[in-house]
Structure formats: C-alpha cells, structure tokens
C-alpha cells in the first residue's frame, strides 16, 4: 500500500469519528459596519376590564370562642347559597381567611378584660358579569355579609391584546429609528436586537357604590368597569450606514 494511498484512508477515519454536530457549519453574526442606535418604545392598548375580583365575609362577635365560630359558619353559608344562586361557579370562589381573635376591653391602669371573641371569614370572588356584579353583591349583604372590599378590575385573557400592543412598539421603534437616521443623514439598514421588558397592566380607577339602607331602599350597588390600558416596552437596536 503507498503512503499516498494510506494518508487518505487515515482522513477518511478522522472525519467519521468527528460527531455529526460539530461539522455543522457555525454561523458567524455579521459585524455591524456602520453606526448602532439603541432606542426604547412602547405599544399601548386600551380595553373595558371583563373581571371583577371582591372579597366577601362576615365578621361575628360571641362570649365564646365556639359561638363566635358557630355563628360566623352559619352566616358565611348562607353567603355561600347566595353565591350559588347568582350562578358564581365553584372555581370562582376561594376562601382568602378565616379568622378567630380575643377581644379585650382596655381602660387606664388596669388589666385588660376579656369579653369575648371575633371571628371572620372571608372569600375572594371572582365576577365575570360585572353589571350584574353589584346586585349580588346587595344580595350578599342581605344574606348577611359584612365585609367587602375591592374591586380589582382586570382582563381576563389579554394575550391578544398585549400582541396588539407588541406589534404597535415595534411600528413605534422603527418610526423612531427612522427619525434619527434621517436627520443624521443615514438610513436603516437592518434590525439588530429587540428585548421586552415585560407587559404593564395600568388598572382602571373604578366608582363602587355600596347600597345603603338609610338613604334609600332603592339604592342599588354600582361598578363602573372604566377602561384599562395594556403597555409592552420594547428595546430596539438598529444600525444605520
């Protein structure tokens, strides 16, 4: 065998044993030749708020701590029943506390006093009908509630919008790169990089009304949803020749 003949043969050994990965072919980013411009922008959408989260309980006082907890059981399940009435699913209830604390009695240089016991418990509820989310609410009073707070206001799927806003930031960079180059007498010649610093969800500045029997016994409880705006910022960088 000639040595010509084996040097092949020994390549040919060489090349089998390298893995398959590494004879790809690496791609190489191309040098940016000519000027980088790094700019920020942001994408805003607005919608009507389609979610309404309230938290609901009862609040119960007793001598003892099993009164107090017995009573506060029997209000919250008839909160509950009203819950389910209204048509609330299971999965839009969730217990938020529960709650058992001493109360005392406190005067000047002396002991404080035991009388009695509070107990509370409370749910977070989650309305997907907020026009109608008011009158459960009364409803709920009615059946014995006593605390509610809220609400927050949200989108129940924004992904769709929070798109709709990705793809205004990006009209929004380019615009503004585009401003630059021109006034610097250049143009864009391609995109280098763009990072989201994350969707920001500015919530709405809602007006709840909660029914009062004292002023009138027609007065109902109102949410006004408003409108929220859905913002994703952008940074782009670009480079111009």
Not at 64 to 93: H, Y
Not at 180 to 196: I, K, W
Not at 217 to 238: H, N, R
């Amino acid at each position: 065998m000639s040595k010509t003949m084996l040097a092949l043969m020994i390549g040919a050994a060489t090349l089998a044993a390298v893995p398959a990965a590494a004879q790809e072919t690496v791609a190489v980013a191309r040098p940016i030749a000519g000027t980088r411009l790094d700019v920020s922008a942001t994408g805003s959408v607005s919608r009507v708020p389609d979610l309404a989260i309230i938290s609901a309980g009862v609040m119960t006082k007793a001598a003892t701590a099993s009164r107090a907890i017995a009573d506060n059981a029997a209000r919250m399940e008839r909160v509950r029943a009203a819950l389910k009435r209204a048509g609330i699913a299971d999965r839009d209830i969730q217990t938020s506390s529960i709650n058992l604390n001493p109360d005392y009695r406190y005067e000047n240089n002396q002991s404080p006093v035991l009388t009695g016991y509070q107990a509370s418990n409370n749910v977070s509820i989650r309305f997907r009908d907020i026009r109608n989310a008011g009158q459960i609410l009364d409803a709920l009073v009615a059946e014995g509630a006593n605390q509610i707070n809220g609400p927050s206001l949200t989108i129940d799927k924004p992904e769709a919008a929070y798109d709709e806003a990705r793809t205004k930031a990006l009209a929004v960079g380019r615009a503004r790169a585009d401003l630059y180059a021109r006034s610097l007498g250049m143009r864009v010649t391609r995109l280098l990089s763009v990072s989201e610093s994350g969707g920001f969800n500015r919530p709405p500045m809602p007006m709840v009304m909660m029914a009062q029997a004292e002023r009138s016994s027609d007065a109902k409880t109102g949410i006004d949803p408003g409108s929220q705006d859905l913002e994703v910022s952008l940074a782009m960088s670009f480079e111009l020749q």
